[in-house]
């Protein structure tokens, strides 16, 4: 079975330019997570989406970070315009937890973003 | 508010030793849920364990073992005859039945295993 998936796994771009992040869930998953790994904050997490609807985004640092979910296996995160503190390690994961809460996240390989 | 500690950042070992991951939460919460994940050069976290509160029995799963101590909010890892492959980043994460749907990792434990 395809895990999660994200692309691009990595970019570089420079100051001011708009980045737009993708990743596709686990088939039948109901739960979708961004996360933002950084050698100084760890792992934060961004943004969290059940059967498509944003929960929480208290995490989103600032105006300039959106995401937006269109369907159960589809998921952007956009930053516009990129600065180079946005420089990181962004992680998707999806999870099935109407169930119960299981807890177990599945993530995906990761998009390593670099801002010059 | 919840929080994860995980006061070592880097431990290095040699192959076959013992090594123990200490991981120290908060939370007010009376039903709570512990997990670790394992994340290797790679990049990718994997998922290793989850406990809820109300169950403090240990665990053991090959070389892994789990001790669980709600009386010192402590959820420790320990890795037996460690391998070059465990070498990885190890995180201890925390998740409240209030909104169980959030996990909040700790920073993290880069452990190294020498040959």
């Known amino acids: 079975d395809a895990g999660v998936i994200q692309s691009p796994r990595h970019e570089v771009t420079e100051m001011g330019q708009e980045v737009t992040l993708r990743c596709k869930p686990i088939?039948?998953?109901?739960?979708l997570f961004w996360y933002r790994q950084t050698m100084m904050r760890g792992l934060e997490l961004l943004i969290y989406f059940n059967n498509n609807v944003p929960i929480d985004d208290s995490g989103m640092p600032e105006d300039r970070f959106s995401a937006k979910m269109p369907n159960a296996s589809f998921s952007t995160l956009k930053i516009q315009p990129s600065e180079p503190r946005d420089s990181a390690v962004y992680f998707c994961a999806s999870s099935l937890l109407t169930a119960g809460p299981t807890g177990e996240l599945f993530f995906g390989e990761g998009s390593r973003l670099t801002v010059l | 508010a919840q929080k994860v500690t995980q006061a070592q950042t880097e431990i290095s070992v040699v192959e076959k030793e013992d090594v123990t991951l200490d991981c120290v939460y908060e939370t007010r919460d009376t039903t709570y849920y512990l997990f670790w994940y394992k994340q290797p050069p790679s990049g990718e976290l994997v998922f290793l364990i989850r406990r809820n509160s109300f169950d403090e029995q240990n665990e053991i799963s090959g070389r892994y073992s789990w001790n669980f101590q709600k009386s010192t909010s402590s959820f420790n890892f320990t890795i037996t005859a460690s391998q070059v492959v465990d070498s990885a980043v190890y995180f201890c994460a925390l998740s409240v039945k209030a909104s169980y749907d959030k996990v909040i990792f700790g920073p993290g434990t880069s452990l190294s295993v020498i040959p």
């Open positions: 088939s039948g998953h109901d739960y």
